[in-house]
């Protein structure tokens, strides 16, 4: 079974940072890739970005293209997701979300394991 435990929301102001991590245990972290979601009230679950099992492969949502950066430690099992240049358009409950497979995917319906998600708040 794979476990995965974010840490890193909080509060920001706009156009402040934050960085959030990912923990995987339970099952060879290079064979998984990570993608981020994130959910805000009444609206929902979209993907963030996306990192391929080697991280030499990702994806990123046009609205965070260039302000937000995901990269991957494989000896410490861990994802991480850089956010610079907060909006608060970009406040939601970020989720980390892993698939058994080496390729990064955009749809939620692919991943396998969720953690319990993060909350991010961007105060204007």
């Known amino acids: 079974q794979v476990q995965l435990v974010e840490s890193g929301g909080g509060l920001v102001q706009t156009g402040g940072s934050l960085r959030l991590s990912c923990a995987v245990s339970g099952r060879t972290f290079s064979s998984v890739a990570v993608g981020w979601f994130r959910q805000a009230p009444g609206k929902e679950r979209d993907i963030v970005t996306a990192?391929?099992?080697?991280?030499?492969?990702?994806f990123y949502a046009d609205s965070v293209r260039g302000r937000f950066t995901i990269s991957r430690d494989n000896a410490k099992n861990t994802v991480y997701l850089q956010m610079n240049s907060l909006k608060p358009e970009d406040t939601a409950v970020y989720y980390c979300?892993?698939?058994?497979?080496?390729?990064?995917?955009?749809?939620?319906?692919?991943?396998?394991?969720w953690g319990q998600g993060t909350q991010v708040t961007v105060s204007s």
């Open positions: 990192i391929s099992g080697s991280g030499d492969s990702t």
């Open positions: 979300a892993a698939r058994r497979n080496i390729f990064k995917a955009t749809s939620s319906g692919a991943y396998d394991y």
